[in-house]
């Protein structure tokens, strides 16, 4: 069975500070990796979309790394900031099938404080 | 040009009542998808449609919900006879390309409540 697996569940860190989330899938055969940021009330937003031979893809303060070998990937961000403050969700789509075959983890909450 | 646009934002309806949630695609967008989104837990597929045809519906549950994409006018998704557990997030995204080839734009989703 397809999963994507999150952690942690939830994070609080002081606004400046790095922080890095984790995914390990088992999502067979695998086509990419997506992560998305859900503000709290909106809908997800991409932040990158990651290939089998991508290894680290960087969007601003935003670093999204993938092993496909260890079928994990992490999202790093750097010197956080209050708007960060949300939920990010990592989606892995496998290489046959339809919309069905896009296995949501159910997302990191992250909490920014001053 | 305009993202993926959902109405109501907001539904209230009484156990037993009838639920019409619509989604516009993104211009040049033909493929659509539902998800559901119950507090606190992730996103749950339900239909995937593109244009006049469901090409997955095997997140739907059997009875009560519905989904159509007419080749004019925008995607519904109809639940019939609501009842408490329906309440939820349910948020539509649409794509240029095969799900599985590209990024999904998500609409900012309908939020059901059933009294």
């Known amino acids: 069975k397809n999963q994507v697996e999150q952690s942690p569940q939830s994070l609080i860190i002081l606004e400046g500070k790095n922080c890095t989330l984790q995914?390990?899938?088992?999502?067979?055969?695998?086509?990419?990796l997506r992560w998305y940021k859900q503000d709290t009330g909106r809908g997800p937003v991409s932040l990158t979309i990651?290939?089998?031979?991508?290894n680290t893809k960087s969007n601003g303060r935003y670093t999204a790394t993938l092993d496909a070998d260890t079928k994990q990937s992490s999202l790093h961000i750097t010197a956080s900031q209050l708007s960060d403050s949300a939920s990010y969700i990592c989606?892995?789509?496998?290489?046959?099938?339809?919309?069905?075959?896009?296995?949501f983890g159910t997302g990191t909450r992250l909490q920014v404080t001053l | 040009n305009a993202g993926v646009m959902q109405n109501p934002r907001h539904l209230v309806r009484r156990r037993g009542q009838e639920a019409r949630l619509r989604c516009s695609p993104m211009?040049?967008?033909?493929?659509v998808y539902w998800y559901r989104q119950l507090p606190e837990e992730g996103l749950k597929f339900m239909v995937y449609?593109?244009?006049?045809?469901?090409?997955?519906e095997s997140g739907m549950p059997k009875e009560r919900f519905s989904a159509e994409f007419p080749k004019e006018g925008p995607s519904i998704l109809r639940i019939q006879q609501v009842v408490r557990g329906d309440s939820a997030a349910y948020f539509c995204?649409?794509?240029?390309?095969?799900?599985?080839?590209?990024?999904?734009?998500f609409g900012e989703g309908s939020r059901l409540t059933v009294l």
């Open positions: 995204a649409s794509s240029p390309n095969k799900p599985n080839t590209g990024e999904l734009f």
């Open positions: 995914c390990n899938y088992t999502v067979s055969p695998f086509s990419n």
């Open positions: 990651m290939t089998f031979s991508e």
């Open positions: 989606v892995v789509s496998a290489a046959t099938g339809t919309a069905s075959k896009l296995t």
């Open positions: 211009k040049g967008h033909s493929h």
């Open positions: 449609l593109q244009k006049e045809n469901i090409i997955d």
